[in-house]
Each structure stands twice: as structure tokens, then as C-alpha cells.
């Protein structure tokens, strides 16, 4: 077939370069989106909370079609071991990597190096310092949940007795910001007659988290509570309890999944806990993360995205997106939520 000038004009007029090219080729495969992949790379792997908001990625992934979702971690939740899984991730050349940090300033020059080649940074759980993420999706309020921890070990033990805090790593985001919390909170005169004695990191490690805890019974001897601010940790330090026979005498709170907690619960060693539901933290992330690589939302602070499920989420003016619920748990909802993480 012979096209002349006027007829390749009047194909173009009608229908673009599949007018021209003829009808058996789909005019939107020109407008497809591009595939994405998008790299979730959390602080240790084998965390079950991590594999719950994992879920919640996926799920974020499979709305917005046309994703595939790599989820890592190292094997240790140590900044450096990170720094390795998300150089190889560079060198993949993912489009987006959304990570819960090991250490707030040190990822800083990775997340930047992976910037500068064109991928999203954000951080979501435990924050990347501002200069090296577009935007932070965290859990709910840092204060608020550094408050309701102190208010929860102080209602199981009536206001009185030694309380420790048993973390997390000693570099990680987000335990440290609730432990500044709990001890703005401490100051309040409610608390004079429970004194917080020592704060120990049992490092998102099971068997450290139970020995720190054997290690506060044996320096304090008149310890009551122990504030655990980790996932990890809150079995661990609850473990020890049990095992050392200090049921009734050592309290647990802190943050953990109900589904984890619930035996603790059931033997009288934890009354009240809380936490947030981690799959929206993962859902919320992994949207953004694919709402910003496909320039669908800018993640810029004091701006609104719709994140599915979860609605309107606005930006603060930190760069910060934050959960709405803090969620407290104790005997009457603790079956309930059990059966969803
Ligand atoms: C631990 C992790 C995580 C934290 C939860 C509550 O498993 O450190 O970052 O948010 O606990």
C-alpha cells in the first residue's frame, strides 16, 4: 500500500499512530504504565510484625497493578548489613524503596546515592533522617505513644514500683523517639513513686531480649515493670518473667503483635499493651511509594494523598504521614485482634 502526504495527515487527525498503523494495534499500549518494582527493606528478617505489614505492601502492590513487590532485609538488624541490601538493591535499579531504618542518619548517603539515580526513597515504620527520604509513613503520633506506654505499665502497677524499658536496637528510629517520649511523659508528678532504673536493647534478637531481661531481675531486685517497645522484646522480656517465676511481681507492657502476646496475657504477665495494625503501616507505604514513582503524588509535606483503604492521608509539615489509631489491647479486645495480626 501506497500512503500519500494526505492520507498519512488524515490518519494522524484521526486516530494518532494507530490510525496510521492500522487497527490491529491497541492504540492505549502507547499510554500503558510502565512496570514497577518497588524494594520494602525492613530491619531484620524473621519478624513476624515485618511479615504482617509485608502483607499489607502486597496488597498495596496489587491495587496499583503492574508492580512487583521485593521484600528484604538483612539477617541482623544492624545499619551497615542494611547498607548492603539496598547498594545491591541500587544496582538492580528498583524504582522505589521504601525502608524501615536500622539507623536514622548513617542511611542517609545511601538513600541519597539511590536518589540521585532516580529512585523514591521513603522510610515508613523507623524513619530515615529528612535529607535522605521524600517522605517518612510512620505509626501513629511519636508523643501518644510514648505517653500511653508509661500510662499503661502505671495503671497495671497502681502508680508504684521500679519500671526498666527493655528496647530494641540502640540506633533505632523509631524505639528511641518513644523512649524520649516516655521520659517527657515520666516527668509528670503522677509518677514520683515509679521510677524508671534502666533502659537496656535487647536488638530485635528473641534469646538478647530474654537475657537483658534475666539481667534487670538479677541488678534490680525490686523491679515491677517492664516497658517493652518492640515486638521482639515484649515476648522475650514476658518469656523471662514466666520462666523466673516472677509472675504477679514483674508487669509487661510495651508493643506487640496480639496474636503474640495473648499467651503472656492469658498467664497474668501482661494486662495492657498496644500497637497499630502493621499491615496499613506496610499498605500505606508501598502506595505512596508507587503513587510517587508513577507522579501520581509529589509525598511533599503539607500535601494530601488518597491511600485506598486507608483513605485521605496528609503529609505534616515534618514530612511525616502518621497512622490514626494507636491501639490499645487488654482482656476484653485482646481475642478479637488476635484473630487479625
Ligand atoms: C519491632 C521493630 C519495629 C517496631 C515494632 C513495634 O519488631 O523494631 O520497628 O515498630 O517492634
New binding site residues.
Given amino acids: 500500500m501506497i500512503l500519500h502526504r494526505r492520507d498519512i495527515l488524515r490518519a494522524l487527525s484521526a486516530g494518532g499512530a494507530a490510525g496510521l498503523l492500522g487497527a490491529t494495534l491497541p492504540y492505549p499500549a502507547f499510554a500503558q504504565q510502565k512496570k514497577l518494582r518497588i524494594a520494602m527493606v525492613v ?1 531484620v528478617l524473621g ?1 513476624t ?2 511479615d504482617v505489614s509485608r502483607h499489607g505492601g502486597q496488597k498495596a502492590a496489587d491495587e496499583l497493578g503492574d508492580v512487583e513487590l521485593i521484600y528484604t532485609a538483612p539477617t541482623k ?1 544492624t545499619v551497615e548489613d542494611q547498607i548492603q541490601v539496598i547498594d545491591s538493591l541500587i544496582a538492580q535499579r528498583v524504582d522505589a524503596l521504601v525502608i ?1 531504618a536500622n539507623d536514622a542518619n548513617a542511611l542517609v548517603p545511601t538513600a541519597k546515592k539511590a536518589m540521585a539515580r532516580g529512585i523514591k526513597v521513603l522510610s515508613f ?2 524513619g530515615i533522617a529528612p535529607e535522605g527520604r521524600i517522605m517518612h509513613v510512620n ?1 501513629p503520633h511519636d508523643d501518644l505513644i510514648g505517653a500511653s506506654d508509661v500510662q499503661n505499665i502505671a495503671k497495671t502497677l497502681n502508680y508504684q514500683g521500679e519500671v526498666a524499658i527493655l528496647s ?1 536496637t540502640s540506633q ?1 528510629t ?2 528511641n523517639l518513644w523512649i524520649v517520649k516516655m521520659k517527657d511523659e515520666w516527668k509528670k508528678p503522677e509518677y514520683a513513686k515509679m521510677p524508671l532504673v534502666s533502659v537496656v536493647y535487647g536488638d ?1 534478637v528473641l534469646d538478647k531480649s530474654y537475657r537483658e531481661a534475666q539481667g534487670l531481675f538479677k541488678a534490680f531486685p525490686n523491679l515491677r515493670g517492664i516497658i517493652s ?4 522484646g515484649i515476648i522475650g522480656a514476658s518469656k523471662a518473667v514466666g520462666d523466673a517465676g516472677l509472675t504477679g511481681k514483674v508487669f509487661v507492657t510495651g ?2 503483635l496480639p496474636s503474640e502476646v495473648k499467651p503472656a496475657m492469658d498467664a497474668g504477665i501482661i494486662q495492657t499493651f498496644q ?1 497499630w495494625n502493621p499491615a496499613d503501616l506496610g499498605y500505606a507505604g508501598v502506595m505512596f511509594a508507587g503513587l510517587i514513582a508513577r507522579g501520581q503524588a509529589t509525598g511533599a509535606p503539607n500535601t494530601t494523598t488518597h491511600i485506598g483503604y486507608l483513605g485521605d492521608m496528609p503529609i505534616e509539615s515534618d514530612g511525616q504521614t502518621y497512622l490514626p489509631k494507636l491501639l490499645v489491647f487488654d482482656k476484653s479486645n485482646i481475642d478479637e485482634f488476635a484473630k487479625q495480626f
Fill in positions: 530491619k519478624i510484625y515485618f538488624a524501615s515504620d523507623s505509626a530494641a533505632a523509631n524505639q530485635d517497645p518492640t515486638a521482639v508493643h506487640g500497637l
